[in-house]
């Protein structure tokens, strides 16, 4: 993964334009990898700098020169379209805002924000609420994500299957498949809390009211839940997330969650149907798949798009252990002791045929406090079965920079399973290109020949 200021803007001439900082740098580093083993590199193609001027004017200069310097040094690129802000999540070094178009309509409506129940407003990304209302100079959020993908597309798709080999779209808070539920960046949240649903914007609460009613329940539908406590409790402490005779456990709960979880869902699938109907359009590159012989005598071959799709879900892994996993709950994944909530989404994705990305590879659960009912290990586990059921491709990453032989013997022991049963993954991403981790590259080799050995 690169870092996330790779591509940046700068003032020259009284004009903004992209640069990639560091480019000689750059250049020793790509060539590095490339000679230790490494297949491949992930960068942001950030909406807040690609579209920064205004409605449909992109930018995609610097990272034209980016993949041409890949490609030299021989390695390929998942490109992630970054439609959220950097500089609230852990581990962001920098900020990047939204483009400043769309923040200054969010000014004026501030409802395209997510919200929580105290009113805040969280600008990192759009509310999946507004998905479909044409708030912005005539187009909806998703005709936005789709425009932009699409200019990708066009800009590069000389590039695609030889270089490019995935593109990863956003759909939340740092990318990820999820509500923005534990906001670390501005204080909000600290780990391990359960969190809070970010229902409260009025297209959500409208949702909320019409489903409510549907359900024959208008009373259901006029708020969140009132006893699901603050972003920093314990599951134990609210009403709703506690074990034994919490309301989540409830026909309530089950309509509440069942509605929110299915709103991520939904959400998307609308995204994804619009960006598979341009990244797959005529004329876009495509491989060989198959051939098969038709019941006429001829032979059908089989084609597929050289540059393959796929999104990130979060590793959502405290309060695993406890009945309620009131932190998934919170981020919209509807998992709990009694129900795998990670199958719908596995369904959805098979759909797609989208590949998906999945954290928190390098984590034990000996690792963490017992208080917060932590099970990184189950997690990934449950997630690499969900997987496997529905054939969608699953890869890694770490979520946290770490450099100690615990936690790379822990990276391969997740990619490679301990035994036959366990699965594995696809491919894994490292977190990330930088100053630590040359300041680290003996044990980083070490890792990288361990896979290499492994495979």
């Not at 409260?200 to 549907?214: G, I, Q, V, W």
């Not at 597929?304 to 009945?323: D, E, N, Q, Y």
Request: glycine share 8%.
């Amino acid at each position: 993964m690169l870092p996330l200021d790779t591509v940046w803007v700068v003032e020259r001439d009284g004009k903004r334009i992209s640069v990639l900082k560091k480019e000689r740098s750059l250049d020793i580093a790509l060539h590095t990898l490339k000679q230790a083993g490494v297949e491949g590199v992930m960068v942001d193609v950030w909406w807040g700098i690609v579209e920064r001027a205004g409605p449909r004017q992109y930018d995609f200069s610097a990272y034209k020169r980016l993949f041409y310097k890949v490609a030299a040094a021989g390695l390929k690129v998942q490109a992630v379209m970054s439609f959220h802000a950097a500089g609230g999540n852990v581990g962001d070094t920098c900020k990047i805002p939204l483009p400043k178009w769309v923040l200054e309509i969010g000014e004026r409506n501030p409802d395209i924000f997510y919200t929580d129940k105290a009113g805040h407003r969280n600008r990192e990304c759009l509310s999946l609420g507004c998905d479909e209302v044409p708030l912005f100079w005539g187009r909806t959020p998703v005709l936005m994500y789709r425009d932009f993908i699409n200019a990708f597309a066009d800009k590069f798709q000389h590039l695609f299957g030889t270089v490019i080999t995935e593109v990863t779209v956003g759909l939340g808070p740092a990318g990820e498949l999820r509500y923005p539920s534990y906001p670390e960046g501005d204080g909000r949240w600290r780990f391990p809390g359960v969190g809070e649903f970010q229902c409260y914007d009025k297209f959500m609460l409208e949702s909320l009211r019409r489903t409510a009613e549907a359900a024959g329940h208008a009373e259901w539908g006029l708020s969140g839940p009132h006893d699901a406590g603050h972003y920093n409790s314990s599951s134990w402490e609210t009403g709703f997330f506690v074990s034994q005779n919490g309301s989540w456990n409830t026909a309530y709960g089950h309509f509440f969650l069942s509605w929110y979880s299915n709103m991520l869902l939904e959400h998307a699938d609308r995204v994804l149907s619009s960006a598979a109907e341009v990244l797959n359009k005529h004329g876009r590159p495509r491989v060989f798949n198959s051939m098969r012989d038709a019941s006429n005598g001829h032979v059908i071959y089989e084609f597929t798009p050289a540059c393959k799709m796929g999104i990130k879900l979060a590793g959502v892994h405290w309060w695993f252990k406890s009945r309620a996993h009131a932190a998934e709950l919170t981020a919209g994944y509807y998992n709990t002791r009694d129900r795998d909530g990670y199958l719908p989404f596995m369904a959805m994705l098979r759909r797609h045929d989208a590949s998906l990305s999945f954290t928190c590879v390098e984590m034990r659960d000996c690792e963490h406090p017992p208080e917060g009912r932590c099970s990184p290990q189950a997690l990934l586990q449950q997630v690499i079965e969900a997987a496997e059921k529905y054939g969608v491709p699953l890869s890694g990453e770490n979520a946290l920079q770490r450099y100690d032989d615990y936690a790379f013997e822990r990276i391969a022991e997740s990619a490679f399973g301990r035994n036959a049963r366990a699965g594995r993954l696809t491919q894994v991403t490292f977190l990330r290109m930088g100053d630590l981790m040359f300041d680290n590259w003996d044990a980083f080799s070490r890792f990288l020949n361990r896979m290499r050995n492994k495979a």
